[in-house]
């Protein structure tokens, strides 16, 4: 079988990450006679040293996403014949023509009403389309990969006569025990770690300020915030800050978040919209204790068993839960322990053999 990925709005995150991951690994399996990524320009270069893969780019695959939707309907099928493909992967899940596909739909926003309500009419308008288009291309695709159960339950009601499995991404499990932390003090501080980028529905701006008043309050909290955004995002974060124990760090190279948890010792992730969070499972892998909001699929990520589930919209729910981690490090301990464990599940290898298999079963059935 060969295979096309269709990956022109795959650029950054845990879909990049995955797409790397799902190339690789290919490399020695063997599964397929040839793999064709169809991708625009800054994807490509983060691919060029990957071996025994074919890269497509052109310059229509750089327009803004939605003029190249126009592209897609008109001319991206003949391309598809071009090349021979047998059926067409998309881990973007906006496909609008009529050819053999598997989606994998990684953006929940658009299937979320109340989180497109904190974007500004720009963006919002922007989801609604995006919104409009996938779930125009899950009427009428093959089948869908879903990352979670979260995921799966609200998702699958808009592809009705699809094939469906849930598949979540794979982690890199780095030889690292669980973090023990001992009892916060003056001289030993929480080092509370958030890694996500600076969008409404993450909450960064509540947590900033429980934290400001938290240590106002005495409490040893140093918080440092990886991710990028916005200008106005940045700016309007940092005016939050009143604290030296306060860093807003931005934007830094997806290999340096590995130094950032490791010089923290507790992960706090306050987002109420997620398919599968990476950067938490990140965070497990590397044995953390984390302090979590209560929406979505968080609950599932962690089992359904966390002792320090917040609702990041209510201020003082945030607070007493940061109260509750930094006094109770005993129970940290066990958190972090149980996190390693439930992080170990999520294995690449398994992702890549589940993944080939659908996907040469959908080609079978849809032939």
Same mark, same amino acid.
């Given at each position: 079988?060969?295979?096309?990925?269709?990956?022109?709005?795959?650029?950054?995150?845990?879909?990049?990450?995955?797409? =790397?991951?799902?190339?690789?690994?290919?490399?020695?399996?063997?599964?397929?006679?040839?793999?064709?990524?169809?991708?625009?320009?800054?994807?490509?270069?983060?691919?060029?040293?990957?071996?025994?893969?074919?890269?497509?780019?052109?310059?229509?695959?750089?327009?803004?996403? @939605?003029?190249?939707?126009?592209?897609?309907?008109?001319?991206? &099928?003949?391309?598809?014949?071009?090349?021979?493909?047998?059926?067409? @992967?998309? %881990? +973007?899940?906006?496909? !609008?023509?009529? @050819?053999?596909?598997?989606?994998?739909?990684?953006?929940?926003?658009?299937?979320?009403?109340?989180?497109?309500?904190?974007? *500004?009419?720009?963006?919002?308008?922007? @989801?609604?389309?995006?919104?409009?288009?996938? #779930?125009?291309?899950?009427?009428?695709?093959? *089948?869908? $990969?879903?990352?979670?159960?979260?995921?799966?339950?609200?998702?699958?009601?808009?592809? %009705?006569?699809? =094939?469906?499995? =849930? $598949? %979540?991404?794979?982690?890199?499990?780095?030889? $690292?025990?669980?973090?023990?932390?001992?009892?916060?003090?003056? &001289?030993?501080?929480? #080092?509370?770690?958030?890694?996500? %980028?600076?969008?409404?529905?993450?909450?960064?701006?509540?947590? =900033?300020?429980?934290?400001?008043?938290?240590?106002?309050?005495?409490?040893?909290?140093?918080?440092?915030?990886?991710? +990028? +955004?916005?200008?106005?995002?940045? /700016?309007?974060?940092?005016? !939050?800050?009143?604290?030296?124990?306060?860093?807003?760090?931005?934007?830094?190279?997806?290999?340096?978040?590995?130094?950032?948890?490791?010089?923290?010792?507790?992960?706090?992730?306050?987002?109420?919209?997620?398919?599968?969070?990476?950067?938490?499972?990140?965070?497990?892998?590397?044995?953390?204790?984390?302090?979590?909001?209560?929406?979505?699929v968080m609950p599932e990520?962690?089992?359904?068993?966390?002792?320090?589930?917040?609702?990041?919209?209510?201020?003082?729910?945030?607070?007493?839960?940061?109260?509750?981690?930094?006094?109770?490090?005993?129970?940290?301990?066990?958190?972090a322990n149980k996190n390693?464990? $439930?992080?170990? /599940?999520? &294995?690449?290898?398994?992702?890549?053999?589940?993944?080939?298999?659908?996907?040469?079963?959908?080609?079978?059935?849809? #032939?």
């Amino acid at each position: 079988m060969i295979i096309g990925i269709e990956a022109v709005n795959i650029r950054n995150g845990g879909g990049l990450n995955h797409l =790397i991951a799902f190339l690789e690994r290919n490399n020695k399996s063997n599964f397929y006679d040839k793999i064709i990524v169809f991708t625009n320009s800054l994807t490509k270069q983060k691919l060029n040293h990957i071996k025994n893969i074919e890269i497509v780019q052109n310059k229509f695959f750089d327009l803004p996403y @939605f003029l190249y939707i126009f592209y897609q309907l008109f001319c991206l &099928k003949r391309d598809l014949k071009k090349y021979d493909c047998d059926l067409i @992967f998309v %881990p +973007g899940s906006i496909f !609008l023509i009529k @050819f053999p596909n598997v989606l994998m739909p990684q953006n929940m926003l658009p299937f979320d009403k109340t989180e497109l309500k904190r974007f *500004g009419i720009f963006g919002r308008l922007k @989801f609604i389309f995006v919104g409009i288009a996938q #779930k125009h291309s899950l009427k009428k695709t093959n *089948g869908v $990969i879903f990352l979670s159960e979260y995921a799966s339950k609200t998702i699958s009601l808009y592809a %009705p006569s699809s =094939i469906k499995t =849930i $598949i %979540p991404f794979g982690i890199e499990q780095p030889k $690292i025990k669980p973090k023990i932390n001992s009892e916060f003090t003056s &001289k030993n501080p929480m #080092k509370l770690l958030y890694v996500s %980028p600076l969008y409404p529905y993450k909450h960064h701006e509540i947590v =900033i300020k429980v934290v400001n008043e938290l240590i106002n309050e005495g409490f040893n909290i140093q918080f440092k915030i990886v991710g +990028g +955004g916005s200008k106005s995002s940045l /700016k309007s974060l940092n005016k !939050l800050i009143n604290n030296t124990q306060i860093k807003l760090v931005g934007e830094v190279n997806p290999k340096e978040i590995s130094k950032h948890l490791i010089e923290s010792n507790v992960f706090i992730f306050a987002s109420t919209c997620e398919n599968l969070p990476i950067t938490m499972l990140e965070a497990m892998s590397f044995g953390m204790p984390i302090i979590c909001s209560n929406y979505g699929v968080m609950p599932e990520v962690l089992s359904h068993t966390s002792n320090f589930f917040f609702d990041p919209t209510n201020y003082e729910s945030v607070k007493k839960v940061i109260k509750k981690a930094y006094n109770n490090t005993h129970l940290l301990n066990l958190e972090a322990n149980k996190n390693k464990n $439930i992080s170990r /599940k999520y &294995k690449w290898k398994e992702n890549l053999i589940f993944t080939n298999n659908f996907l040469n079963e959908t080609y079978e059935n849809s #032939k």
